[in-house]
């Protein structure tokens, strides 16, 4: 399974930015993709995931303000971030849950997102 990320850049604070990350390859070997983040000097953290049954969860610092969809016509999920602040700057990433050990096992390069005050 194959992850590309896109749409990081820089914004204000206030400010929306849609990330997208498009998948690819056997696609039957996972069951939900998330979007992960990494800020300066801290640990990768989930901040939202779907399952293919469409069911969304999010980390408590984003909820209310990003939203995770997924266009299986398209084989993407999508992570709009709305109401960003200087917290969220971070380098973004998607992952895929493999349905094997339900570990996020395959991963997607960074996006970087940065926002500013």
């Known amino acids: 399974v194959q992850l590309q990320a896109s749409g990081g850049g820089l914004v204000q604070a206030g400010g929306s930015l849609k990330l997208s990350c498009a998948y690819s390859?056997?696609?039957?070997?996972?069951?939900?993709i998330g979007w992960y983040r990494q800020r300066p000097g801290n640990q990768r953290e989930l901040v939202a995931s779907?399952?293919?049954?469409?069911?969304?969860n999010y980390a408590e610092s984003v909820k209310g303000r990003f939203t995770i969809s997924g266009d299986k016509s398209k084989n993407t999920v999508y992570l709009q971030m709305d109401t960003l602040t200087p917290g969220d700057t971070a380098i973004y990433y998607c992952?895929?849950?493999?349905?094997?050990?339900?570990?996020?096992?395959?991963w997607g390069q960074g996006t970087q997102v940065t926002v500013s005050s």
């Open positions: 992952a895929a849950l493999r349905r094997s050990d339900g570990s996020y096992g395959y």
């Open positions: 779907i399952t293919s049954g469409g069911s969304t």
């Open positions: 390859g056997n696609i039957l070997m996972i069951n939900a």
